[in-house]
């Protein structure tokens, strides 16, 4: 977990390196405000895994001479098919077509995103169909 | 090439002595050539001289990068290629699994830093030579692009030339004939002094456009919301065929200029007439340049055109 | 289903064990990585092609001055379609949606993406956003004519009206946003899925590289989304974001667009180096040359690329041009480690040209050229002469063909094998890749000197009489060789189809772990895993003998491999 976290926390550093150079040199907003946006990005990820690498023993993958053994357990929970993807994506669809087409595309875009929503919450309780 | 004027003094004269500097100083010592010759010697590469003070300190910058790509560029091609031909796969003993040699790796790290950091010192003094304004230029000249043409506004004069790729006023070709095709054009003409600096302050009516005239090295947007300015030293009489680079809309291929550099006195004469006609929207220069031929320097320019 | 590592084999015994839907149903509802990266690559592949018929029709029109095939308005619809489908829609998706979904949590030793269906609703957003960018050409106005950057005010309502442009930005919301999902995919399947042993410096390059273009794809692609919001609004909903007239700022555009589209360049280049860097080990019977060096090159020119952008807007006169002179020229360095490297896997190897291998070399060579004339452009004074010429066209294209299509290709035939358990004809590939080869340079040698002749891009036609005629005729033939090399590539899958050869777990002594596995992979990839000891571990396992030494002679890795693989040992097939 270290590497990750610092892998993140480097982004942020450098990019910080990089903003404050760029703003004193250039005074531009547009560019700077963009920096600072990156700086963030790693930041903000960086330092909550910085937090749990202090805090949790190394995880098989962090270890060079782990075993194969040792990564057993459960893995994560993994869904099996679903077809909510696919309705989310056309409803999304039909709503961006809203925007060049007209507003009443709106109606089965909504439908669908909502049906979808609903329907995926449904299945990750159920466990979905495997 | 139709664009070159047909002087060029500074492109005879080769150097004596330069292979011996060329042997001392290595592929770093090429890149510095330009400066100390003066570019006198260095290959075209297709490129255009630079028919401007300006242009030219770019094509010296251009050229010597050139010829550093072309060492850096044939250093690593053999090496390519030799490991390619020379470790073709011959038997299926196992090769040796060497990973890591830190003070090769060290090497190629150090050097190409090396090389970036002189181009980056040459880069800086060109850009700076190219993007100088003079305090007292000869002649101002504002350039309007717009969908699709350009009109220049010769400030204080009250002298204007205005064409429009879509009703170009007088079609006169490369050849300094009618042009069929309006392809073949070369739309409103940019008249200016050589030899004398000349201010450009470019903007935009609408939509970005590219302001680009080849055989000067040179371009620059003309960006709405912002005004820019640069300076031209032509360095000898000539027509410079130009055209809008940066895609502008339906005719954006059609959105030609050109440039005529004027000795100064007949660009003076030129100025007068053009105030004394009464309308802004104007003769061709390119035909006032053909019809003064006998004896003077225009008609050099003829033959370049 | 929570997936138990302790017995994964008891849990797929059967291969009948996983009965999920099939035929149309399964490419709906799947959530298996490999099936979501299929579908992705197949899209890919035929937006491919779209594009490049496109580019051949574009360039059959500039075979001449004054032709007369295409109008001008039919042109600009082409070539900016081309240009558009060919880097939002072809060779980034190709690569991270397709051949790194497929292969990513192969590599890491993971039984699926993290989000499997959010990968899968990737997909979805990703086919919509291209059928609606193909739309386009079916509107009243035709297609969106502004090229693939649709700079502001050209954008506007005013000067580009029509469906087709609110088309083009819409797909780019949809794309974008598949894109953002893609990303958080990859970064959380590489930090949380990793197989035991796998330790961040044992991922394979591609991974490692997959890792930095999901970081700069979460970077730029956010930046893209807002602009096109912006500019959308500006034409719909009356805002003056980039209009002078409302006290707007046309520029404004340009750093939102190419504070995305410089990292976009990296996005699509950096999965084909990493594809070639996992390639060239393989054939040369080598580790990786600077294994380290390669990760630090990786995320050096990744950071460089986000501080790059205004290299595109040198000529607008309003950005600093040193800043952004320097931090571009930089880039070369990390890049030239990349280039010694690779040359330093070759070296003392014994290489065997296959054709993946074949195409990595053309990618070395295509993108040395593009690289080098990449620094020249990264000088103000240079790019002055050759902004927005076809010295930038012929550029673009050796960096762009040499990764997407180059690499891509290698990188395609390399992994069929693991994809379809079937091997590609040989001869075959290697006939595509010799004609492909010698129409690229045909094809863009004579750009070079176009540009520096002074030949603009984007023109639709062109003056005779300037000495572009014959020039841009080469090209042309150029191009169209490397149409008909791309038959050959059809006819080879049509043949592997036809007349499969079965290709076995690890056909190409390969090194890392997606070839210890069957092919194609099981339901959740992997019956057992081999211990990780090192980059390589099918390597390690099949040559306990040949383990990687560096310049002094020591071993590295400290643990004896090939007496302790999962409960059974031994590979399977
Ligand atoms: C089959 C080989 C290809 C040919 C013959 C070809 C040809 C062309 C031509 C003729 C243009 C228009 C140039 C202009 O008018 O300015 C163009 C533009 C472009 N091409 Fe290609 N191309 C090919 C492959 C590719 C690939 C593989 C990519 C990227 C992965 C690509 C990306 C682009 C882009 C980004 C543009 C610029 C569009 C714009 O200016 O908005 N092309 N290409
Ligand atoms: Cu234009
Ligand atoms: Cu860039």
């Given amino acids: 977990m270290k590497i990750e976290a610092s892998f993140l926390l480097g982004v942020a550093a450098f990019f910080g390196v990089v903003a404050v150079g760029y703003w004193f040199w250039s005074y531009e907003p547009a560019g700077t405000a963009m920096l600072v946006g990156t700086v963030l990005l790693g930041f903000v990820p960086g330092s909550y895994y910085y937090w749990w690498s202090r805090r949790m023993k190394p995880r098989p993958e962090d270890l060079p001479d782990a075993t194969v053994e040792q990564g057993s357990g459960a893995i994560g929970t993994f869904p099996g098919s679903s077809i909510w993807p696919f309705v989310l994506g056309m409803g999304l669809f039909l709503i961006v077509l809203a925007l060049v087409f007209g507003a009443w595309l709106l109606a089965p875009g909504g439908a669908l995103v909502v049906s979808a929503l609903v329907g995926v919450t449904a299945e990750s309780r159920r466990g979905g169909t495997v | 090439m139709t664009d070159k004027p047909t002087g060029k003094p500074a492109d005879q004269a080769p150097h004596k002595g330069s292979s011996l500097l060329r042997r001392y100083l290595g592929p770093l010592g090429i890149l510095a050539l330009p400066l100390m ?203 410079y065929r130009a055209q809008c680079t940066q895609f502008c809309g339906l005719y954006h291929a059609l959105m030609f200029f050109h440039v005529v550099a004027l000795p100064p006195a007949q660009f003076r004469a030129w100025l007068r007439s053009e105030q004394a006609s009464s309308q802004p929207a104007a003769s061709h220069p390119a035909a006032s340049v053909a019809s003064s031929r006998q004896g003077s320097p225009a008609a050099s320019v003829k033959a370049a055109a | 289903m929570t997936l138990l590592a302790e017995h994964p084999a008891v849990l797929h015994g059967h291969p009948e064990h996983h009965e999920g839907p099939t035929g149309v149903l399964k490419w709906l509802t799947s959530t298996d990585h490999k099936v979501i990266g299929l579908s992705y690559m197949i899209t890919s592949l035929v937006i491919f092609f779209i594009a490049g018929g496109m580019a051949i029709l574009l360039r059959v029109q500039l075979a001449s001055p004054h032709s007369s095939l295409l109008s001008l308005q039919q042109y600009n619809e082409l070539f900016t379609m081309h240009g558009s489908l060919m880097l939002y829609l072809f060779a980034g998706p190709f690569a991270f949606g397709g051949l790194a979904n497929y292969i990513i949590p192969l590599q890491v030793g993971a039984p699926d993406m993290a989000f499997p269906r959010l990968n899968a609703l990737s997909y979805w ?119 002078v007239k409302g006290g707007g700022v046309p520029v404004l555009y340009q750093h939102l667009f190419w504070f995305f589209g410089h990292p976009e ?142 690499a891509g290709f290698a990188g395609f035939y390399f992994w069929f094998p693991k994809m379809f358990g079937r091997k590609l004809n040989e001869p075959l590939g290697k006939i595509h890749f010799w004609l492909m080869f010698i129409g690229f340079w045909v094809t863009y040698l004579p750009m070079y000197v176009l540009g520096l002749k002074g030949m603009p891009r984007r023109v639709a036609t062109y003056p ?110």
């Fill in chain 2, 37 to 239: 010759l003066g570019g006198c010697t260095l290959p075209s590469f297709y490129g255009f001289r630079g028919a401007t003070k300006q242009g030219h300190d770019s094509f010296l910058l251009f050229s010597g990068t050139v010829i550093a790509a072309i060492v850096v560029g044939t250093i690593v091609v053999l090496l390519i290629l030799w490991a390619v031909l020379r470790y073709r796969r011959r038997s299926d003993e196992m090769p040796k699994q060497f990973q890591y040699h830190i003070p090769l790796e060290i090497t190629y790290t150090v050097i190409p830093i090396l090389i970036v950091l002189a181009l980056f010192g040459f880069t800086v003094v060109t850009e700076n030579a190219v993007d100088a304004v003079s305090p007292h230029p000869a002649v101002a000249v504002k350039v309007t692009a717009f969908q699709w043409g350009w009109r220049f506004d010769y400030s204080g004069q009250h002298v204007s030339v205005l064409g429009e790729t879509t009703q170009d006023p007088d079609p006169v070709g490369l050849n300094g004939r009618p042009c069929a095709p309006a392809v073949d054009c070369l739309g409103p003409g940019l008249v200016m002094p050589a030899g004398e600096t000349t201010r450009i302050t470019l903007v935009s009516a609408d939509v970005v456009h590219g302001f680009y005239v080849p055989a000067f090295n040179f371009s620059r947007y003309a960006l709405p919301g912002v005004t820019n300015v640069f300076d031209f030293t032509v360095k000898h009489p000539g027509i």
């Fill in chain 3, 125 to 243: 957003l990703y086919l919509t956003g291209s059928i609606t960018m193909l739309m386009g050409f079916f509107t009243a106005g035709g297609a969106a004519a502004f090229a693939w950057v649709a700079y502001a005010p050209l954008s506007s309502a005013i000067h580009s009206p029509g469906a087709g442009a609110d088309l083009w930005i819409v797909s780019l919301l949809l794309t974008g946003f598949s894109a953002v999902f893609t990303g958080v995919n990859l970064v959380t399947t590489i930090f949380y899925l990793r197989a035991p042993g796998m330790t961040m410096f044992r991922l394979p390059i591609f991974t490692w590289n997959m890792l930095v273009t999901a970081i700069l794809i979460l970077i730029a692609f956010p930046v893209l989304t807002a602009a096109m919001v912006f500019l959308f609004a500006d034409r719909h909903f009356g805002t003056h974001i980039f209009s």
């Fill in chain 3, 265 to 406: 360049v990296y996005i699509l280049a950096l999965p084909y180096f990493g594809m070639v860097t996992d390639i060239i080990p393989v054939f040369s019977r080598k580790p990786l040359f600077g294994y380290k060096g390669m990760v630090f090159a990786t995320m050096s020119i990744a950071a460089l690329s986000t501080g790059v952008w205004a290299h595109h807007m040198f000529t607008t006169g309003v950005v600093l041009l040193p800043f952004f002179s320097l931090m571009s020229l930089l880039i070369a360095v990390p890049t030239g480690i990349k280039f010694f490297n690779w040359i330093g896997t070759m070296w003392r190897g014994q290489i065997r040209f296959d054709t993946p291998m074949l195409f990595c070399v053309g990618f070395l060579l295509a993108f040395l050229m593009g690289g080098l004339t990449g620094v020249m452009l990264a000088s103000p004074p240079i790019d002055f002469l050759t902004h927005d010429t076809y010295f930038v066209v012929a550029h673009f294209h050796q960096v762009l063909f040499g990764t997407a299509v180059f």
């Fill in chain 3, 464 to 573: 005779s009489g300037l000495g572009w005629h014959l020039l841009n005729q080469v090209a042309s033939l150029g191009s169209y060789l490397i149409a008909i090399s791309f038959l050959f590539f059809l006819w080879n899958i049509w043949t592997s189809w036809r007349h499969p050869v079965a290709a076995g777990a690890n056909p190409w002594d390969a090194h890392t772990l997606e070839w210890f596995t069957s092919s194609p992979p099981p339901h959740h990839n992997y019956l057992k895993l081999p211990p990780v000891r090192s980059e390589r571990p099918t390597w390690d396992y099949f040559h306990p003998d040949a383990r990687t030494i560096s310049h002094n002679g020591r071993r590295n890795g400290h643990v004896k491999v090939g007496a302790e693989v999962g409960s059974t040992g031994g590979s399977d097939q």
